[in-house]
Antibody, heavy 121, light 107 residues
Framework: QVQLVESGGGVVQPGRSLRLSCAVS????????MHWVRQAPGKGLDWVAV????????NYADSVKGRFTISRDNSKNTLYLQMNSLRAEDTAVYYC??????????????WGQGTLVTVSP | DIQMTQSPSSVSASIGDRVTITCRAS??????LAWYQQKPGKAPKLLIC???SLQRGVPSRFSGSGSGTDFTLTISRLQPEDFATYYC?????????FGQGTKVEIK
């Protein structure tokens, strides 16, 4: 069955960096675009970034552009989110999610359980 | 960026009620609209894609409609497991954007 497992969250000071990972199984990872979506405590869903199946296309929310980098290693079935210059407003649960269809952009049909990032002095 | 506006922000309903949630996009998005259900402490679950296509395994009491800028999610007969927060999301243009959510609560 499809599984996505995030890791790497924790408490970090403002201005510092953190790298999140998302290990996947149960589908052909190299065929699907992948996303990061976050949710601040008690708030709604906030789209963060996307990477195409082959890693060639990336796009980011304006709020993280220039600070966060999405990447993938198809040989390791793993998605990453490198987060630099973290701010208090980046505090959230971060979810990785899989696109519904292969090779073309589509809705998110499988999500991980999320990993909490807390940015605090 | 495309703004997604859901209404209402919350609704109180009883078991067996029909519940309708609307979502309006600030510009046309064709049928590139998804609906998700989220329960406390859990990841979102995809219910409907392409505005009206029910995901496999989702009960048929859920339905979606609309295209362009106006969309609707309907729960025909509310069940206890349906009490949750529902989000619409446009997948037409990056950055993808979500509605602010609609909380369906027990009356």
């Amino acid at each position: 069955q499809v599984q996505l497992v995030e890791s790497g969250g924790g408490v970090v000071q403002p201005g510092r960096s953190l790298r999140l990972s998302c290990a996947v199984s149960g589908f052909t990872f190299s065929n699907y675009g992948m996303h990061w979506v976050r949710q601040a405590p008690g708030k709604g869903l906030d789209w963060v970034a996307v990477i195409s199946y082959d890693g060639r296309y990336k796009n980011y929310a304006d709020s993280v552009k220039g600070r966060f980098t999405i990447s993938r290693d198809n040989s390791k079935n793993t998605l990453y989110l490198q987060m630099n210059s973290l701010r208090a407003e980046d505090t959230a649960v971060y979810y990785c999610a899989k696109e519904r269809t292969s090779y073309t952009s589509a809705e998110l049909d499988y999500w991980g359980q999320g990993t909490l990032v807390t940015v605090s002095p | 960026d495309i703004q997604m506006t859901q209404s209402p922000s919350s609704v109180s309903a009883s078991i067996g009620d029909r519940v309708t949630i609307t979502c309006r996009a600030s510009q046309g998005i064709s049928s590139r609209l998804a609906w998700y259900q989220q329960k406390p402490g859990k990841a979102p679950k995809l219910l409907i894609c392409a505005a009206s296509s029910l995901q496999r395994g989702v009960p048929s009491r859920f339905s979606g409609s609309g295209s362009g800028t106006d969309f609707t999610l309907t729960i025909s007969r509310l069940q206890p497991e349906d009490f949750a927060t529902y989000y619409c999301q446009q997948a037409n243009n990056f950055p993808w954007t979500f509605g602010q959510g609609t909380k369906v609560e027990i009356k």
